[in-house]
């Protein structure tokens, strides 16, 4: 009976077990409550908070070809921040894929109906959902606007850069190849540096045979005659213009002479100037007698008029004068 | 003959051991089924169970909480630098953030919880149990007609249940406050990328298993250790195979319940 009474070594291990008693416990244990009460309710809505629930959205949808490495609750990222998660993603009608993605509002902004989006799929590391906007003047994007996502993969890349590495290795090994094209042109290029160091050279490159080489060497020669003839031609040449009693001297003389030719023709210029002056002063004269005359044809003119008069009074007063009028029987 | 006999009492012992296994686990869920229904009995709150009830949660909790605490904050202190250094070294910074929360919040800070309690109070709280049960304080109580799984046992498993569950939201908490100021420093300019990330990682899948989670650790490391020292579940009865049997099968349930977690989280 007595051990029922003492607690027993496992039983004071426990917590609880201490025979002190705790002051004001009901606060104490009250406090602790609601510590953790409070605890877990901030958590909670921190968490809430985290996940946005208190942040009015807009809708963005983008189609995609092929939704391989989207997740719900990725980011969509514009300029490497994040503005937007990725909601829900769905098979549409037509086959695409439709990532339907919240924008908060207040990131909402960057997003322009110029937008371009982008799905970039990296080496390392997951799936990338990027905005691009090139004209922020642009309208805002609508809620619920649809656009079409571009898909920029670096993996996807590869096997085409493997095919390509792999069609240039077939292309090369195709070329080095036993009877390959470019083998062949090396062997021929072999047999024309073999002829160029030969005693014919390039010409028998050339000519791909030894006559026309010849041939060629002959005209040669016979240019170099040839050379020679037009050479002393040109020195007979030389001696009859330039020489002592060549043309040149001559052609000298005769420049000498049309100098005094010309000297005297700008003399005899000179006095047709004169005259031309005189001459103008002539046609001046006559010009104020050519006024005179003007007076003079009038005078004249009415003395005719006169002399007219008095004939036609002589011829009538004269007794010769003809009977002009008709007398009838 | 006699080596024959021996063989035929060994045969049957092992042929038995299922079958104690299986009733041994059908006890824990059986008592920690009606632990939950009592506790959800607002009957069963009479004034011995409140006085032991605020006693235990007071006692079993205050205590250890500052050490725990502490414990938590250097834990993720370092987890934190080694898990930042190394990403930084392989240009993979954007994802250290993620993966602290995720090592520390999501998997480490939970798991240690329930084990400190375990070790720190409910453990020896069985223990106690199973001793009280053997000096005959449960029959005397019955005979005076107290419920002694009302007056004794439930006490202890609340607040073995309220233990874990503060331990580890308060952990987690400081885990988080500290990963922040490891990765960023005394600024609050980080705090709307740290919030973002925070909520990437949490999404209500996560979120919900990892509720589900530390609830059914708390669970099982206040049931199981007290579910094995009132019943003799198997052995030879004494306080130090109850306690070992406790121990073991509750270490088996929370490798399971972590096993289960982390297949809902990542598969």
Redesign the interface.
Known sequence: MA??DEP?P??N??????ARP?RH??I??AL??A??GL??A??VL??L????VFQPTQTLVLMAEDSEGVV????MTFSGF?IG?VRRVELAETGNVRIVIDVPKKDAHWLRTSSIFTLVRGL??GTNIRAYSGVLTDPPLPDGAVRTALRGDATAELPRVLASAKEVLENVSRMTAQDAGLRATLDNLQEVTAKLKGPRGALGVMFGNDSDAHKLVAALDRTNVLLARVDSLAAKADTQVFGPDGVMKEARATVVQLNGLLAETRESLKKVDAVLVEAQGISANVRGATTDLGTLRGDVEANLQKIEGMINELNRKWPFARDTQVKLP | MTVLSHSAQRLSRAGRAPLRWLTGWGRIIFFGASVLVLAMTPSSYGRATREAL??????????ILPWFTTLAALLTLVITRIVVVTALSYG?S??ALEMVIRVLVLELIPLTAAMFVAL??TI??G??L???RR???FD?LARRGVDPVVTLVLP?AMAGI?AT??LA??S??VALVLAYLAVYGWTSAGLAGY??V???V???SV?LIFALKTLFFSFAVSIIPMASGLYDVEGDGS?ESAALQGLVRMFAVLLLLEAASLTGNYY
């Open positions: 051990m029922q027993t496992v039983q291990s426990e917590p609880a077990a201490t705790v416990l009901e104490k244990a602790l409550l510590f953790t605890l877990i901030a958590s921190y968490l908070y985290a996940r946005g719900v609750g990725m980011d994040p998660r390392v590391g | 605020m006693r235990h949660i007071y006692v079993d909790t205050a205590p993979l954007q994802y720190r109070c020896p709280n223990a106690a199973a001793e009280m000096l005959g304080r005397e202890r309220f569950l503060t939201a308060l987690c908490v919030t973002r925070f909520g990437h949490f999404d209500p979120a306080r």
